[in-house]
């Protein structure tokens, strides 16, 4: 029999069944069952005949919309059964992003020594200087003779020397850099020049060997006005540039005038600590306008060029940087040192 | 250089506070590196009244004293022969830290004792002494000494830093002028009258040798007694370090102290003959200096000798036969100028290091040689009561030329970038003892003798900038010629370290020396037998040679770390490796420029996604190749290593690596013995590339592109048995040789070995992969090529394939 109750009833059953569903197969069966060929709804139409026009008319509409409203629900069904399928399949791949990542190599170091000797040639090479590079064993000639200490002088007792025999040494400093590239070269030369230096020399501070950046700049009309610029430029690179620095009067053979530079303590900020001594200052490099004697050792005309040059430690300016208090650690190549820089 | 600031008062009215002062003198090239107040090392030191003295119970040589220090009554135990009741005396309280030790309450023999009475030897100011210090009876008890007993203890002592070149300012005079010339006020100081004479009877002075003494003096001083010096004297000569020793050795130091110019004092009738030879010393000379030691002198050595006998080496310290003594009733008083390198060397060589010497080495002033003399001669006068005529034997042949300079202010302006400093630069010349004479474009200036530093126009640019203390110099940047140009070295050297830290290493940077033994330890010691780079003076006498090789120094880092329970690292350093180059005539010593690596224990731990992997020769030959690969776009090539010339290598785990058919380094397991001696439990690989061919490759790297295919590639796997000793390289190289341009590339994708394919065999598998850039290959073609290499492999290699 046909009557709204009976329409009503499929409605229900189906909004129930629908609610079991999981899976797109299911969900085929039960729209069979109510909207296929033989299903209930098809069902409902072979009752028509026996009524009256007017029901005719009336339960042909009822049907019709039972129909459509039963179609929507399945197709909403249908794509919540799809988009749970989709949030399945995503969730299989479902990881604890806490756990440690695979490495397959352990991240090393770059021992602190080159980094900071890269730091201050990458500003120096930003300056447009270039990178050269000297022996190690080294004739007294280019370590001293040529840099305008001879044999007796006093300025030798500033660098206590290791000898390999009556000409030969290990360089105490870069600075035979110098004569080596002037002797290659003609100006204008913008050059520096790391490496490893040797003094008999041993304690917290001192080691037998460490490591100096000698740069100097030979062209015409050079002048102490651009050693202070240049120099002043690469220590607001280095240490910042809200840090003062000044330049003091020295004295190097190799160098007339020559000065030493002091940074503003980097530890207490210039008010007075351990590290500077209680003087706010921090000694960081020497330099000086290049010696002429230089110049006429290497065959330049005195009279047409002039230039400055300048050195640096690698270790003091790094103990400064990461607070190392002892230079020893710095080549006992030990991994616990290393890992923490 | 020590100098007091009361004695410099002495010469300069000083208005600047000392901290001031110490900064000017920074400023201006005299770098004070302290300011030590004197007095605070005796505030622990206070007046003593001896008010009891009796016998120790229990030692024969001790008293025990009763001291009054005003409030307080002191028990102290005294072994002083001098003391005795009523004496005011030094006591030094417990907690005083004198140069001579630090006091302390102490139980002498059972009795108690409250701290020290004091002997000038005690206080720091004497060599030797005899007894305590009696005081002045006008001092007050419980008063510190330097209240009143020694007032010249209240005084501030600068530590200047003076560089090599300034031997000038090696004295109160050198840095009083310095002041004068940077604060602007005149230098006080009294002119001596004397006569210069060139002969005398008292003496009978020649020079063998102007070039090396152009001018000695000598002046006779009569009657004068030898005892002890004034208080003031010793307190001085105490502040700037030195101690008192007799009132006449004292007045030469103290003159010294003041003037800048060594002197010496002989007792003249130990002189034979009334005669003075500044001479070379003989062949097989000898002679005894004043601390008692018998010195060997060479020809290079200058002397002061009498008619027969080296009475003391010149400007380095005196002879024993002619030493001053209680005994002494005349002295000849020696002020002379040596040249320096002479003195140096013989003081160097003789291993006497003197405050004289230091002078002379410096140089010290040739025209101030005889008013030194004068001035110790009046001291001697007025406090030894000495006698002497104002007349000073000036031995002189070989005079002083005055320093004359041409000065260019255009020049120096540019030079310094500074144009407002000229204003200012004859002021500043002047004030420093300088003449000028101006021209139109120059100036001639004349050089004061005591500044034999200055010779050249550009040490006149340095005197006239810092007295305005570099400040006045603006900072400007040069304009440059700029260029484009690869940043060569540091850009390699940058890229090389970071692949290395990529995979798990570190850096670590080794001494260039190391001990003759870690040679043996790592037996290498045969291989570099006669080519080894020595250091003729070492620090120690372990760090005596220049490393041949990067093994010893990468060996014991190793053992660093394993001593300290690392055992899991990968470690590399670029260094140098020094070592003799057999040249025809003669052994030059070469360096080269090395990337050296370390693997000890694991690549990698157990973790939660696997097992622990040790380094073995495989991954860390994987290293190698992926770094070069990367880097030069060259692949390495590796041969057998002999134990020859790697007996530090178990040969049958290790490599030489050839790179661009040249020989580029090694890998290799450590050898068992080599381990051994340095007791590892863990496998070590090491290797060492040369740094200088992978550089050139870098920058020469050669890399094209040769297009791609649009067809398919197709694969062919081939699976061949050969005997276990076949390298692999072989097979490969027969495949590449036997495909066609179709052979894209081969892969080992399997290899084992087992029972199953017999004892002494191993089963490889290659995947072939072939392609054409022209067509899709049919199988026809692929099958081809496939069978002529596995004929050829059996042709070649008589390699068997599975059944």
């Known amino acids: ?341 | 250089m020590l100098i007091s600031l009361k004695w410099l008062k002495d010469f300069i009215l000083i208005e600047e506070s000392p901290s001031e002062l110490a900064f000017k003198l920074t400023m201006a090239g005299f770098e004070v590196e302290e300011i030590i107040d004197l007095k605070q090392s005796f505030n622990d030191c206070v007046v003593g009244l001896v008010t009891e003295v009796s016998d120790h119970p229990k030692a024969d040589k001790l008293k025990v004293c009763k001291v009054s220090i005003g409030e307080n009554l002191l028990n102290i135990v005294c072994g002083a022969p001098n003391v005795a009741k009523g004496q005011k005396v030094v006591v030094a309280l417990p907690g005083a830290k004198l140069v001579t030790g630090n006091i302390e309450k102490t139980v002498i023999r059972d009795v108690e004792s409250y701290g020290m009475l004091c002997s000038e030897k005690d206080l720091g100011f004497t060599a030797s002494s005899t007894g305590i210090i009696v005081l002045n009876d006008k001092v007050n008890v419980g008063e510190k000494i330097w209240e009143e007993a020694y007032r010249d203890l209240d005084d501030l002592v600068l530590n200047i830093n003076v560089t090599p070149n300034r031997g000038d300012c090696l004295s109160h005079l050198g840095i009083a002028r310095e002041v004068s010339a940077i604060t602007r006020k005149p230098l006080q100081y009294e002119s001596s009258v004397f006569n210069l004479v060139e002969k005398a009877d008292f003496v009978d002075i020649e020079i063998y040798d102007p070039d090396l003494c152009p001018r000695y003096t000598a002046m006779l001083i009569r009657n004068a007694g030898i005892g002890d010096a004034p208080d003031y004297m010793k307190i001085r000569l105490f502040a700037c370090g030195m101690r008192s020793i007799s009132n006449i050795v004292d007045i030469t130091n103290y003159v010294m102290l003041d003037t800048g110019q060594p002197l010496h004092a002989f007792d003249y009738e130990k002189i034979r003959d009334k005669k003075i030879i500044v001479r070379k010393a003989k062949p097989g000379e000898t002679i005894i200096t004043l601390d008692g030691k018998e010195r060997e002198l060479i020809p290079d050595d200058l002397v002061i000798a009498d008619s027969e006998r080296a009475i003391a080496i010149a400007g380095v310290m005196g002879g024993l036969n002619t030493e001053v003594t209680e005994k002494t009733k005349t002295i000849l008083l020696e002020s002379a100028y040596f040249y320096p390198p002479s003195i140096r060397k013989t003081a160097k060589r003789l291993s006497i290091p003197s405050e004289a010497s230091y002078r002379f080495e410096r140089g010290v002033d040739i025209s101030g040689v005889p008013n030194a003399a004068f001035k110790a001669s009046s001291l001697m006068h007025s406090v030894c009561g000495g006698r002497f005529e104002n007349t000073i034997v000036d031995c002189y042949p070989k005079k002083h030329r005055r320093t004359n300079i041409k000065f260019f202010p255009e020049r120096c302006s540019v030079y310094l970038g500074a144009k407002d400093i000229m204003k200012r630069a004859e002021e500043r010349l002047l004030s420093l003892g300088f003449e000028i004479t101006k021209k139109s474009f120059e100036w001639d200036i004349i050089v004061p003798s005591y500044r034999p530093d200055v010779t050249i126009e550009e040490d006149v640019y340095e005197e006239i900038a810092r007295l305005g203390f570099y400040e006045e110099i603006p900072p400007t940047l040069p304009s440059v010629k700029i260029k484009g140009v690869r940043r060569n070295n540091n850009d390699f050297a940058e890229k090389l370290r970071a692949k290395f830290v990529n995979f798990g290493g570190f850096e670590v940077i080794n001494y260039s020396f190391i001990r003759q033994k870690e040679l043996e330890k790592s037996r290498l010691s045969d291989l570099y037998a006669d080519r080894l780079v020595y250091i003729k003076n070492p620090l120690t006498d372990e760090l005596t040679v220049m490393r041949p090789s990067s093994v010893p120094s990468l060996l014991s880092v190793v053992e660093t770390n394993h001593k300290r329970n690392n055992f899991d690292f990968f470690i590399f350093e670029v260094g140098k490796k020094y070592f003799l180059k057999k040249d025809e005539s003669k052994n030059k010593p070469e360096e080269i420029k090395l990337i050296s690596l370390a693997f000890s224990g694991n690549l990698y731990e157990k973790s939660w996604y696997t097992t622990e992997e040790p380094y073995d020769f495989f991954n860390t030959k994987g290293i190698i190749e992926s770094v070069i690969d990367d880097l030069t776009n060259v692949p390495i090539e590796v041969k057998p290593v002999s134990a020859e010339n790697y007996p530090f290598l178990n040969p049958a785990s290790s490599c030489e690596i050839f790179i661009d058919n040249k020989n580029a380094g090694f890998l290799g397991l450590l050898h068992p013995d080599v381990s051994e001696n340095y007791e590892f439990r863990r496998d070590i690989y090491l290797a060492e590339l040369d740094y200088d061919l992978i550089k050139s490759l870098y920058f020469n790297r050669r890399s094209y592109y040769y297009g791609f295919s649009k067809f398919p590639s197709v694969d062919r796997d081939i699976t061949v048995i050969v005997n276990e000793d076949l390298p692999v390289a072989r097979i490969f190289s027969v495949i590449f040789a036997s495909g066609t341009e179709l052979l894209k590339n081969v892969r080992l994708t399997d290899m084992f070995k087992g029972e199953k394919i017999g004892a002494g065999r191993k089963s490889l598998t290659f995947k072939l992969i072939f392609q054409s850039m022209d067509r899709t290959l049919n199988d026809e073609e692929v099958n081809r090529e496939n069978q002529q290499i596995a004929e050829n492999l059996i042709k070649e290699l008589a390699v068997d394939f599975p059944k």
Not at chain 1, 158 to 171: G, K, P, V
Not at chain 1, 208 to 229: A, C, R, T, W, Y
Not at chain 1, 253 to 269: G, K, N, Q, Y
């Open chain 1, 1 to 341: 029999m046909l009557s709204k109750e009976a329409l009503e009833e499929i409605k229900k059953e189906a909004i129930s069944s629908l609610k079991e569903i999981t899976t797109e197969k299911e969900w085929a069966d039960k729209k069979a069952h109510f909207l296929g060929k033989k299903g209930r709804v098809q069902e409902l139409l072979k009752h028509l005949p026996q009524l009256s026009i007017e029901e005719r008319k009336e339960f042909g509409a009822r049907i019709n919309d039972l129909k459509v409203q039963l179609e929507e629900l399945f197709e909403d069904k249908l794509s919540q059964i799809k988009a749970e399928q989709k949030t399945k399949r995503l969730l299989e791949k479902k990881v604890d992003i806490t756990l440690p990542g695979k490495r397959f190599f352990k991240t090393g170091r770059v021992h602190p020594l080159t980094r900071v000797t890269h730091e201050i040639l990458d500003i120096f090479q930003s300056l447009g200087f270039e990178v050269e590079e000297g022996p190690e064993i080294e004739l007294d000639y280019y370590n001293f003779e040529a840099l305008n200490i001879p044999k007796e002088h006093p300025a030798r007792d500033m660098q206590d020397t290791f000898y390999i025999d009556e000409s030969m040494l290990l360089r105490t400093h870069t600075s035979p850099v110098q004569i080596r590239v002037m002797e290659k070269k003609k100006p204008p030369l913008m050059i520096v020049c790391p490496g490893k230096v040797y003094r008999r020399d041993s304690d917290v501070t001192h080691s037998p060997m460490f490591h100096q950046i000698e740069g100097f700049m030979v062209d015409k009309n050079v002048s102490f006005s651009h050693l202070k610029g240049v120099l002043t430029e690469f220590l607001h690179g280095f240490f910042g540039s809200e840090k003062n620095v000044r330049f003091r009067p020295s004295y190097f053979p190799f160098t007339e005038p020559s000065a030493e530079v002091d940074i503003e303590c980097v530890v207490c900020e210039g008010k007075g600590c351990r590290i500077c001594k209680q003087t706010g200052w921090l000694e960081v490099l020497g330099c000086g306008m290049i010696h002429p004697y230089l110049f006429s050792v290497v065959g330049y005309d005195n009279s047409l060029f002039s230039g400055f040059a300048f050195g640096l430690g690698v270790e003091r300016l790094t103990m400064l940087k990461y607070a190392i208090d002892d230079i020893r650690l710095f080549y006992e190549g030990n991994i616990s040192f290393l890992e923490q820089l």
